[in-house]
């Protein structure tokens, strides 16, 4: 089992940064697949950004260059860095982990991107 405990979400204005961390409760270099994903309101969840355990990273196409994930095993916490933020960024960003097919959430963290 997986705890994961995101952090980092806030209010900004359009164009500004935020960066999120997702610390894990174990060992995340053996964990397949880490990634973020946001829901807004009214909407579906959709994913935003993976890493893979051998490094391999993939973005939804609406954040490429601006986002960036990344992870630290030392320190079992994935990132995401997001710059040029835009109101259609505002959701709740969640932290995933896919350990043996079975799926772990945090708690999510609210971004609000105003105009």
């Known amino acids: 089992q997986v705890q994961l405990v995101e952090s980092g979400g806030g209010l900004v204005q359009a164009g500004g940064s935020l960066r999120l961390s997702c610390a894990a409760s174990?060992?995340?270099?053996?964990?397949?697949?880490m990634g973020w994903y946001r829901q807004a309101p009214g909407k579906q969840r959709e994913l935003v950004a993976t890493?893979?355990?051998?490094?391999?990273?993939d973005y939804v196409d609406s954040v490429k260059g601006r986002f960036t994930i990344s992870r630290d095993n030392a320190k079992n916490t994935i990132y995401l860095q997001m710059n040029s933020l835009k109101p259609e960024d505002t959701a709740v960003y969640y932290c995933?982990?896919?350990?043996?097919?079975?799926?772990?959430w945090g708690q999510g963290t609210q971004v609000t991107v105003s105009s």
């Open positions: 174990r060992i995340i270099f053996r964990i397949k697949a």
């Open positions: 995933n982990a896919h350990v043996v097919n079975v799926d772990y």
């Open positions: 890493i893979l355990s051998g490094g391999t990273i």
